[in-house]
């Protein structure tokens, strides 16, 4: 059974830095891996899609990569802004047509 | 940008009631799907849909629960009888068909909050 793992729970950085959000999951037979925002009480926003046979996407500041082997996704954020603050979900598919998400990341960006 | 609708945004009822949420996919997007985020959990798949029938539902997806393609818009989701662990918040999601299949990504709107009392 696919799950998956986000670390860190919880993030607090100053504005300007560079950070990285990390998701690992168990089962490396995947089809994709979606990146997402999801601000407080809202819905969720995709950041970045990445196909299983990519190595990384990249959109603005946001890069995304993929390991599949290894079962590992990083998202890269570039000098960050308060803006980012949000919690940050990572999602694969599998070989069935449903996301499996997980824990999320929340990210506080402070002047 | 074309978008996922929900209506509504929030809906209160009571433990026992017959709940209905409606959204409105992508208009040329052709899988649609139904996940819920309980407060402080993960965001977990409900049921996917396509071609008139379901295709796929998580052992959430009991027979209370039902989804129903009414008219070429609209995407619905029914509880029959709320329980109070049914409180959650319920997305819908939309997906084209492209060549590549399931390659493509997930949209999702912007959510139901449920609160059953």
């Known amino acids: 059974k696919q799950e998956v793992t986000q670390i860190p729970a919880a993030l607090s950085v100053p504005e300007g830095e560079n950070l990285v959000l990390n998701c690992s999951f168990t089962?490396?037979?995947?089809?994709?891996l979606q990146w997402f925002r999801q601000d407080p009480g809202k819905g969720l926003t995709s950041l970045l899609l990445?196909?299983?046979?990519?190595r990384e996407q990249t959109s603005g500041r946001l890069n995304a990569s993929l390991d599949k082997s290894s079962g590992r996704s990083t998202l890269y954020i570039a000098a960050s802004q308060p803006g980012d603050s949000a919690t940050y979900l990572c999602a694969v598919k599998g070989n069935t047509d449903k996301l499996i998400f997980g824990t999320g990341t929340r990210l506080q960006v402070f002047p | 940008e074309p978008e996922v609708t929900q209506t509504p945004s929030h809906q209160v009822t009571q433990m026992g009631q017959e709940v209905i949420l409606r959204c409105v996919p992508i208009s040329n997007h052709l899988y649609f799907y139904w996940y819920r985020q309980i407060l402080g959990q993960k965001v977990e798949f409900l049921v996917s849909f396509y071609n008139n029938e379901i295709s796929e539902k998580s052992e959430i997806f009991d027979d209370q629960f039902s989804v129903e393609r009414p008219d070429g818009s609209n995407f619905t989701l029914k509880i029959r009888s709320t329980k109070l662990e049914d409180s959650a918040m319920y997305f819908c999601a939309s997906r084209a068909t492209l060549d590549r299949g399931w390659y493509n990504e997930q949209f999702f709107g912007p959510g139901t909050r449920l609160t059953v009392l």
């Open positions: 089962d490396s037979a995947i089809y994709n």
């Open positions: 990445i196909q299983s046979s990519q």
